[in-house]
């Protein structure tokens, strides 16, 4: 049973550690990062927390670990997002700038 | 166990390095938000190396507490024009 843990967890840090790459890509925008950056936060946490939950077995340990995965699952993609809104709002590093039309200036 | 808890705390390094490189605001809130995260899985290991279930509860409420942080200041710099600099709020 351990070794499964063991294996899940690896394959967690690996995702993580190929992450960093991502993001310091040079010549990548800022929204490149900010997506690389909350996946791997996301699935980096997620696989630690199954292979830790897997390592331990039914127990207490298992049932917060359980808990703080789910929060995390949700709460991640919904910070990143918050960021990258504001970071597009005030015109940082617009993507496209063939599209000036500022379609999120209207509705205030 | 011991090599992932080593690991986590070497990855602390390159996103400080994001903080202090990262060029605009945002980049250094993406860099504070990626820091905390990477606590919280050194507190998890931490409580799972030593047996010591009730940590998890510092790891909830600390999850909590920086993704709240996060989004306030994110909330407090966005609608601003980066050229003025401290543009007024649209």
């Known amino acids: 049973m351990s070794i499964l843990a063991y294996i899940v967890m690896g394959i967690g840090v690996a995702f993580m550690l190929l ?5 310091f890509k040079p010549g990548k925008d800022f929204y490149y990062r900010i997506l690389v950056a909350c996946k791997i936060d996301t699935v980096g946490l997620l696989t630690l927390g199954i292979g830790l939950a897997i390592y331990h077995g039914i127990s207490f340990f298992t049932g917060k670990m359980f808990l703080i995965v789910i929060m995390i699952l949700v709460l991640n993609p919904f910070v990143a997002h918050i960021v990258a809104r504001s970071a597009s709002r005030s015109g940082y590093d617009s993507i496209g700038d063939s599209t000036d039309v500022d379609e999120s200036a209207g509705e205030k | 166990m011991y090599v ?3 690991i986590m705390l070497g990855l602390l390094v390159p996103y400080c390095i994001r903080v202090a490189v990262g060029p605009s605001v945002w980049d250094r809130l993406l860099g504070v938000n990626l820091i905390s995260s990477k606590i919280i899985i050194i507190i998890i290991l931490y409580s799972s190396l030593n047996d010591l279930p009730f940590l998890l509860d ?3 409420f600390y999850a909590l507490s920086g993704f709240i942080g996060t989004i ?3 909330l407090f710099f966005s609608d601003r024009d980066t050229k003025k600099g401290l543009g ?3």
């Open chain 2, 72 to 74: 306030f200041i994110a």
């Open chain 1, 19 to 23: 992450g960093v790459i991502g993001i």
């Open chain 2, 4 to 6: 992932i808890f080593a």
């Open chain 2, 58 to 60: 510092f790891a909830i």
């Open chain 2, 88 to 90: 007024d709020r649209k």
